[in-house]
C-alpha cells in the first residue's frame, strides 16, 4: 500500500470518530481537487505522483468517496501551489458567523491535533485563519508548505511547542510567534492547549 493510501479512510457513516466531529463535505473537497487540477492542467496520475498518493486514492478523492486526512490535503495543495484551505472552503456570503465547535474540522493521522479553518483570504491577500486544538502526545510534523508561506500563530490557553524543526520555540497564553512555513516545522501541546494560526501566502 502507497505510504500516503492509509491518509484516506472509507467514508462510513457508523465511524464514531468522523461522527463526533463536523468535517468539511466531500462534495467541496472533491469538486476543489478537480477545479485546480484542470486549472493547473495536469492529470490525475500527475497530481498523485507529485502529492505522493497511489492514483486509485486520488480518484477515490475526486469522486467525493474518500475521507481524507489534514497530511493528505496539505500534500496536495503543495502539489497544485495553492493554499490549503482553497481545497476545502465552500463560497462564502459577505457576512459570516461562525459557532464554537462548528467550520471545516480536520484531525491528524499523527498527532491529537485538530485544525478548523475560520477564514480565507482572497487569491490576492492570500491568508487564512485557522484555530489549532492540541493535546499532549505525538507533535504534529509538517512537511514544508507552498514556497513564501509564512505562519503567525497566538496562543489562547495553554503551552505548545512550535517552529521551525531546528529552532522551536515554547508559547504560553498571549504569547506570539511567527516563522516561515515552507519548511518543516511542527506543533506540540505541552498541556492541553488552543491557539490561533494565520498562514500567510506571500
Do not use: C
Amino acid at each position: 500500500m502507497n505510504e500516503r493510501e492509509a491518509f484516506v479512510k472509507p467514508n462510513n457513516p457508523s465511524d464514531g470518530a468522523n461522527m463526533q466531529q463536523p468535517a468539511p463535505p466531500l462534495a467541496v473537497i472533491a469538486a476543489a481537487l478537480r477545479r485546480e487540477r484542470d486549472r493547473a492542467g495536469i492529470t490525475l496520475t500527475e497530481l498523485a505522483r507529485r502529492a505522493g498518493l497511489a492514483k486509485s486514492t486520488l480518484s477515490q478523492l475526486e469522486a467525493g468517496t474518500g475521507n481524507p486526512s489534514i497530511e493528505t490535503l496539505w500534500a496536495l495543495g503543495v502539489a497544485l501551489d495553492v493554499p490549503f484551505s482553497r481545497l476545502v472552503e465552500p463560497p462564502t456570503s459577505p457576512v459570516r458567523i461562525i459557532r464554537a465547535g462548528e467550520g471545516p474540522r480536520l484531525r491528524s493521522d499523527h498527532a491529537d491535533f485538530v485544525a478548523t479553518l475560520l477564514a480565507t483570504g482572497s487569491p490576492q491577500t492570500r491568508r487564512d485563519i485557522y484555530m489549532m486544538e492540541l493535546e499532549p502526545g505525538e507533535p504534529r510534523e509538517a512537511a514544508a508548505h507552498i514556497p513564501g508561506s509564512v505562519e503567525h500563530i497566538v496562543v489562547s490557553k495553554g503551552r505548545i511547542r512550535t517552529g521551525p524543526v531546528d529552532e522551536p520555540v515554547e508559547l504560553g497564553p498571549g504569547d506570539y510567534v511567527t516563522f516561515p512555513g515552507d519548511v518543516p516545522h511542527r506543533y506540540e501541546a505541552l498541556e492541553p492547549s488552543w491557539a490561533v494560526l494565520i498562514m500567510e501566502h506571500r
